[in-house]
């Protein structure tokens, strides 16, 4: 059974910073692209970012471009978001997810497995 479990969210003030981790059981993903994606009250899940299968390349959505950093290791199975400046208006839930394929993609659709999410409040 496939699980993705994803720690590191809690209570920041602004302009403070956080690292996400989310650890993959159940089977090896080395071979798919892994992403992050946010979901505030209120509003739309949206994609953060996500890394190809090769750990090299990542792919940021705009809204939190350029203060997040997405890196993965496989042997741990794990992928990480660290996240700078954070913002009061980066406060959401926050998952990972295995995209079915090796390029991380924005379409929640085409991702295999999802993670319970873990709370990223941002106090101002």
């Not at 899940?45 to 890196?71: A, L, Q």
Request: one cysteine or more; a positive charge.
């Amino acid at each position: 059974q496939v699980q993705l479990v994803e720690s590191g969210g809690g209570l920041v003030q602004t302009g403070g910073s956080l690292r996400l981790s989310c650890a993959a059981s159940g089977r090896t993903f080395s071979s798919n692209a892994m992403a992050w994606f946010r979901q505030a009250p209120g509003k739309e899940r949206e994609f953060v970012g996500g890394i190809f299968w090769d750990g090299i390349h990542t792919k940021y959505g705009d809204s939190m471009k350029g203060r997040v950093t997405i890196s993965r290791d496989n042997a741990k199975n794990t992928v990480y978001l660290q996240m700078n400046s954070l913002k009061p208006e980066d406060t959401a839930v926050y998952y990972c997810a295995v995209d079915r394929g090796t390029i991380p993609r924005i379409d929640e659709g085409a991702y295999a497995y999802w993670g319970q999410g873990t709370q990223v409040t941002v106090s101002s």
